[in-house]
């Protein structure tokens, strides 16, 4: 039998509930919603660290952050760099097929395959190593129409602020990422399957959606932030006054450009992947190829006074999944799936997909089964992220879909929202004597969940405040690293 091809579309810092198929009547994805219409939508996908270095890896590896060795972007954390005994491409790469990476990867050194046979990189301002400039970049420079750069609208690529983009439209990295992405399918080895991932660096910030898109939903009415009854925390004026403000309350007028830039952002993508998807329709292959569609991490935009990711609310770590099978995969039997899936789970769908070994070392889970109808063993998912912003902000979190626990090790809080009601977590039930039961147990889970690490974080039943502790790193950053070295 043929093997299928495998297109992987991701964006970076994409909020689950920015899509029309997630329920979102104001924002206009037509193609990802007639992706998802002759696919599966899961409803409660997660990263597990909601941040793009150690979600991408994940991605990459298919395991939990603690076994990646990345637990987020701050204080002790490291690059994601070689050393990763399987990736998702060297597997495929391994299995036959014609590996290709267009757009963000993330990985360092930059031009790091890590097992892909050829990348073409947007890394946004990301110039870690002397010498380097993206193929974007290069590519800019070649075709710009006067004397710019790629963000002389002056706005940062992790600010809150908004304005329409620029430059000319053809410039635009959502435009210049399908394209080399077309090409790549032109060009690919015709004697193998294809495994091309298309990596967008929007929405994330900046907001600098194109005039049209931007000026559109401008004029929409949006959706305004949830700001929870426990969120004054974060009203606090010296931080938001900042240009890249991780928090703070910002005027309704700045916030409203915010998500219309994202919004428009988001639109835009959506019709770019319709020019990859019509691609695949017009060379005949569209019907022989798996197709998922993530991103890494969400965006906050305003909720909570709260901005960027990093956190464990809806806004920054719940996202959105679609998984279109290949016709030889046979139609699914649910459309849409409420059981709690993980990034990691990507990489052993894909090798279940296409008949090749899951090896050991991958943590998540194969999503076909979920997709042919079947039970899960899992009932939830746990997610973390180191210090990064603040030391208050690291946390820990465990959700159901139904229920989110959060414990933050630096500052000893906890928070407990039912989703069930709402996902806009505005009422912490963390001091409710109504949920007291539901506390125990989320809270017993955690420390079950973290009791196997011998890292300080619990002791017997219990949790450990980590306040002036040192930073949590995990064994296996330093291990891999040694294997790098050797």
């Known amino acids: 039998m043929k093997k299928p091809n495998i297109l992987f579309i991701m964006t970076d810092q994409q909020r689950w509930d920015s899509l029309g198929c997630y329920g979102n009547s104001v924002i206009e994805t037509v193609n990802l919603d007639w992706l998802a219409s002759e696919g599966v939508v899961f409803e409660n996908a997660y990263t597990s660290c909601p941040s793009c270095v150690p979600a991408r890896a994940s991605i990459m590896t298919g395991m939990h952050p603690w ?28 299995a036959g097929y014609h590996t290709q990476g267009i757009g963000k990867m993330h990985f360092h050194p930059q031009r790091l395959l890590n097992g892909f046979h050829r990348t073409l990189l947007d890394e946004s301002g990301r110039e870690e190593a002397p010498g380097f400039v993206s193929d974007y970049r290069q590519w800019f420079n070649r075709n710009k129409t006067g004397d710019y750069d790629i963000v002389d609208h002056g706005i940062d690529w992790n600010s809150w602020m908004a304005r329409p983009y620029h430059a000319p439209e053809f410039l635009h990295p959502t435009n210049w990422t399908v ?44 959706p305004e932030p949830d700001v929870g009854d426990w969120a004054g925390i974060h009203d ?82 719940h996202i959105p999944m679609i998984v279109r099978l290949p016709k030889s995969l046979g139609k699914p039997s649910c459309k849409r799936i409420d059981a709690p899936v993980l990034l990691q789970d990507i990489m052993p769908t894909i090798l279940e997909a296409v008949g090749a070994e899951i090896p050991e070392t991958v943590d998540g ?107 949590l790193i995990s064994p296996k950053y330093r291990e891999r690293l040694d294997t790098c070295e050797n």
């Open 67 to 94: 076994n990646t060795g990345i637990l987020g972007m701050g204080k002790g954390q490291g690059p994601m760099g070689g050393g990763f005994q399987h990736t998702l491409p060297g597997e495929l790469s391994n």
């Open 236 to 317: 606090v004026p010296e931080d938001a006054a900042k240009p890249n403000a991780w928090r703070g309350v910002r005027s309704q007028e700045e916030i409203r450009r915010a998500r219309a830039g994202y919004y428009g952002s988001i639109h835009h993508i959506d019709l770019q992947i319709g020019r990859l998807l019509f691609y695949l329709e017009k060379i005949g292959e569209l019907e022989n190829t798996l197709i998922i569609f993530t991103s890494d991490h969400g965006d906050m935009l305003g909720d909570h006074n709260l901005w960027r990711k990093t956190y464990a609310y809806e806004g920054s770590a």
């Open 179 to 222: 394209n080399q992405s077309i090409e790549a399918l032109k060009t690919r080895d015709p004697s193998k399957p294809f495994f091309l991932m298309t990596s967008f660096a929007r929405p994330h910030s900046p907001y600098d959606a194109l005039p049209f898109y931007f000026d559109l939903y401008l004029n929409k009415s949006l």
């Open 365 to 471: 889970v194969s999503l076909l089964g979920l997709i042919r109808g079947e039970k899960t063993e899992r009932s939830y998912i746990h997610g973390e992220h180191s210090t990064c912003y603040s030391e208050e902000q690291e946390m820990q979190y465990l959700t159901d879909g139904k229920w989110k626990y959060i414990w933050f090790p630096r500052i000893g809080t906890e928070q407990l929202f039912n989703l069930t009601n709402g996902r806009d977590e505005t009422i912490n039930f963390v001091d409710s004597k109504d949920y007291s039961q539901e506390l125990q147990k989320w809270r017993a889970r955690l420390v079950a969940e973290l009791s196997t690490r011998d890292s300080g974080l619990t002791e017997g039943d219990r949790l450990v405040n980590q306040s002036g502790k040192p930073y």
